[in-house]
């Protein structure tokens, strides 16, 4: 079992570029969730999906979107880059009441 | 109010000491409570669950007290290896979603 895995590990994008994160879990979850983590802010929900098919927003879903393509894989998007997206980012799949996090994504925005 | 509310720290013990972390929350209605542990560059993961009885895994005791609205991690007999970030989490509204705290840091020193 791989857990949760994301890629790519570490990015850097210019102002305005696009990327996506990919997140895939092996252990059969319903849900799935993109978070934000900055120095002093904690972790901060973006999206979630409930389960396949249905996504949510979280408490900072601005300048993202998310797609989940089956049980296994929930990707997050950003279709400009902005500065103020530099950060790390953990996708997360949730069995009750554990949620199980991957390992994260480095991204810089210059 | 914050949903919930940690004393950022950082705690600094020696090693072999008894330490305390404390965490508030404001939602009444929230029925899950956990203690995540965060490595430094790292992801969280699930260090205990809290239990309306409080319960204990080993040098770590969990305590919840509803009226007055707060969860509490013990943790005895201080490890160097119990140097990290300890998250107060606790489940949303939604039921699908956890609140994350921003963490308690604690370093345990020789």
């Known amino acids: 079992n791989a857990g949760v895995t994301q890629t790519p590990k570490f990015q850097v994008l210019k102002t305005g570029q696009s990327m996506t994160l990919q997140c895939a879990q092996d252990m059969n979850h319903n849900s799935m969730y993109w978070y934000r983590q900055d120095p002093g802010m904690g972790l901060r929900l973006i999206y979630y999906?409930?389960?396949?098919?249905?996504?949510d927003k979280g408490e900072v879903p601005n300048g993202y979107n998310v797609s989940r393509l089956n049980k296994r894989e929930f990707s997050l998007r950003l279709e400009s880059a902005a500065p103020s997206q530099t950060s790390v980012y953990f996708c997360?799949?949730?069995?009750?009441?554990?949620?199980?996090f991957g390992p994260g994504t480095r991204l810089t925005v210059t | 109010r914050k949903e919930v509310e940690q004393d950022p720290g950082p705690f600094n013990v020696p090693e072999g000491a008894t330490v305390a972390f404390n965490c508030t929350y404001s939602?009444?209605?929230?029925?899950?409570f956990f203690w995540y542990r965060q490595d430094c560059r790292k992801e969280p993961k699930l260090l205990m669950s809290v239990y309306s009885s409080g319960n204990e895994d080993g040098r770590f005791t969990a305590q919840l007290n509803r009226a007055s609205q707060y969860i509490s991690l013990l943790i005895r007999d201080s490890k160097l290896s119990d140097s990290a970030t300890y998250l107060c989490?606790?489940?949303?509204?939604?039921?699908?979603?956890?609140?994350f705290g921003k963490g308690t840091s604690l370093l345990v020193t020789p």
């Open positions: 999906s409930a389960s396949e098919g249905t996504t």
């Open positions: 989490v606790l489940n949303s509204n939604s039921g699908y979603a956890l609140n």
């Open positions: 997360a799949s949730r069995d009750v009441p554990e949620q199980y």
């Open positions: 939602n009444s209605a929230s029925q899950s």
